[in-house]
Structures are given as C-alpha cells and as structure tokens.
C-alpha cells in the first residue's frame, strides 16, 4: 500500500498530466510502475500501461516527457532487458520504442552508467531527440567477456555516456560529444540549432561533481566550453532569448 509518485509532468498545453504511480510488489521483488493522464482541471485518471516495464525505482526515473505537439507520451522502459526511450499516443494505445540501442550489460539490475538509455529530451520542434547513453561494446570487450577475460579496473570508464541525437521518427541515432568527456545533463537550445550540457574529465562516481558547461552545434560538430570553474556546474538551460544560462554550481 505504500504507493508513491515517480513522475510526473504537464502537457505542452497544460490541460492534461501524465504521471508514473510506483508500487512495491514482494511478488516481483521490485516497485512495479503504472503511467496515467488525468484533466488538469480533475476527473478520474486514465490508466495507459499495463505489461510495459517502465524505468522505475531505484533511481533513475521514468523520464516522463510529452512531445512538443502534445500529441504523445514518453518515458524510459525496458525494451528486453535493455532500458529505451519508448512512446505511446498521449491517447493511449499500443507502447513503441524510440531508440534502439545496445546495452553495455544484459542486466535489468545495473548503474546508470551502464544502463542503454540514462537521459533525453525532445528538441523544442518535436523533430529530434538528443539522448545520453555509452558508446556500444567492442567486439573484443564482448569476445573477451564470452570468454571469461574481460575485467573492470575501478574508477576507470572507457566509455562514458556522450550525447546521440536521432531524427524522429525512425533516424540513425548520431554522437555529437567528444569520447573523452562523461556526459552527466544536458538541454537543447530555444531555437534546436544546439545543445548545452555539462560534463566531465573525470572518471566514474565523482564525475557528477567535476562538471565544465560546453554547447556543441546539434547536427555535431566541436564542443566549446561555456564554463570551466572548479567544482559541480549543472543543468544548464537557456533564457528563452538565449541571452543568458542559468545553471547549478556548488561554488
């Protein structure tokens, strides 16, 4: 009965929200998730998921996300084993994935470091989706791990999750950050041409707190660091004139 909500966000034109009800179950070992839709103004909720293994508890959140238009719903699932972006009408209907990319582990019991899909957010047109996740496995990491020699050196990452950005729908999903720079969040400019993110040279769990602020062109291109300060500089988003960032920095 300890029902709480993980999710939850308000449409584009601000008469419905959609949220995420999690529910411990001692059956499945696990807080199983359920999205809803209910009037802004109240009413009775629509129930829109039933089988669909949403992105729950622990931590990270479902990712619950309307497109720019209203017209759909998404969020973070299991698609397999492997955590995606998927997406439903805002209507309800059937759950279709959006991005398909390979897992670092076959495992629904991971970091987010290693999870396929860890964040995204639609570009301010509808057009696109930027998404946060590692580069896939080599063929020598997933050889050497059939055959028992692979390992983990701790505080080591070798890939650490970048920015993709794919077309939607159906587009060839594209990274536009350097291989060298752990990704931790990340926002589209107004007008879509950019996106600002922060990141960091370092490494694994204190990463999230060595973070520079860059802006690199959507289609790709080069990074340029926007701000270098020591310390944890965070979600970064733009005035609506772009004239200004505002961001989160622990000084």
Not at 6 to 12: E, H, M
Not at 36 to 58: D, E
Not at 141 to 146: C, F, H, P, Y
Not at 222 to 244: I, K, T, W
Request: proline share 9%.
């Amino acid at each position: 009965r300890v029902r709480f909500l993980s999710d939850v966000c308000i449409s584009p034109d601000g008469k419905q929200i959609a949220y995420v009800v999690s529910t411990p179950s001692f059956e499945t070992a696990s807080h199983e998730a359920v999205l809803y839709v209910v009037p802004a103004s109240g009413g009775t909720p629509l129930r829109l998921t039933y089988s669909t293994r949403i992105f729950n508890q622990p931590m990270p959140a479902p990712e619950l996300r309307w497109s720019p238009d209203g017209s759909l719903l998404s969020f973070i699932a299991f698609v397999g084993d492997t955590p995606q972006v998927v997406a439903m009408s805002s209507s309800g209907g059937e759950v279709f994935p959006v991005t398909a990319m390979k897992d670092v582990e076959s495992s629904s019991k991971k970091s987010c470091s290693t999870c396929a899909v860890t964040h995204y957010e639609w570009s301010p047109d509808g057009k696109r989706i930027a998404f946060a996740t590692p580069d896939p496995e080599t063929e020598d990491e997933i050889q050497r791990k059939k055959n028992k020699s692979y390992f983990i050196q701790v505080g080591r990452n070798d890939r650490p999750p970048r920015i993709w950005v794919q077309d939607f729908p159906g587009g060839t999903a594209k990274p536009i950050t350097p291989p060298q720079l752990a990704v931790v969040d990340f926002s589209w400019a107004p007008d879509g041409n950019s996106i600002i993110y922060s990141a960091s040279k370092v490494a694994g769990f204190d990463a999230q707190y060595n973070t520079s602020i860059y802006v690199v062109p959507a289609n790709g291109g080069e990074s340029r660091m926007v701000l270098g300060q020591p310390g944890m500089n965070r979600a970064a988003h733009y005035s609506p004139d772009r004239q200004y960032i505002a961001f989160i920095s622990s000084g």
